[in-house]
């Protein structure tokens, strides 16, 4: 997660015709991450965030997908970003992948807590629904920071009514076969096991969107 990354990495799928309140129709989902989503060691198109993109492209789904992550991020870095993406693309979805190197990094729990809740609360007030991707650090950093950092995507959700998922590296991060040579990031290999662990969480939030702009659509029609 340490290597810069200079720009934004963007997936785009299909553009859906917009009719009125672009909050409203939007079919766009932004993955805010790190490394992890920004398929760090392998080409943009293996890594989760790229077979998310196809997986409803395959689907006829409307979901068009940007990933917006960056190697190296940090969670006031996304912050700091959020504004411009959330003008940009008035997307439908947030998917915050922030929090590895605040935590590899030993930065106050306090501060990572303060940043995803700044996120969070920033995208769920422009439109947006958001799922919380949960992280974990390796225990050498201590047990009372590596529980206290865990702890903090939970609060965050509770707090804020956004969604949790939990770890998606559970499963990859102890399987050396899976994790790149940094033991750190994931090979190609392990990424449809990264958007297995997204994906229960997020489908169900994709239909209940759809159902209610169905329902939106109805009562105007009437």
């Known amino acids: 997660m340490e290597v810069a990354l200079i720009s934004a990495l963007c997936l785009f799928i299909s553009v859906p015709a917009s009719l009125g309140s672009p909050a409203a129709t939007s079919r766009t989902i932004v993955v805010l991450g790190d490394s992890i989503s920004a398929a760090y060691g392998m080409s943009l198109e293996e890594g989760w965030v790229a ?20 190697s190296g991020e940090t969670s006031a870095g996304g912050a700091a970003r959020l504004p411009r993406l959330l003008e940009e693309h008035k997307p439908a979805v947030v998917i915050l992948e922030l929090g ?4 590899l990094r030993g930065y106050p729990v306090k501060r990572l807590r303060e940043n995803l809740e700044q996120i969070t609360r920033q995208s769920q007030a422009s439109g947006a629904e958001v799922l919380i991707l949960g992280m974990e650090i390796p225990p050498n950093y201590g047990s009372r920071y590596a529980s206290a950092f865990r702890a903090s995507f939970v609060k965050v959700a509770e707090s804020t009514g956004a969604r949790l998922s939990p770890f998606m590296l559970h499963g990859v991060a102890t399987n050396a076969e899976l994790m790149q040579a940094d033991g750190i990031h994931p090979t190609a290999q392990a990424q449809p096991l990264l958007l297995e662990s997204v994906w229960p969480q997020l489908e169900p939030l994709l239909s209940q969107l759809d159902l209610t702009a169905q329902e939106s659509a109805g009562v105007t029609a009437q």
């Open 100 to 103: 590895g190197n605040d935590g």
């Open 51 to 70: 077979l998310l993109a196809r997986q409803l492209e395959q689907a006829q789904s409307e979901y068009q997908v940007i990933n917006a992550s960056i």
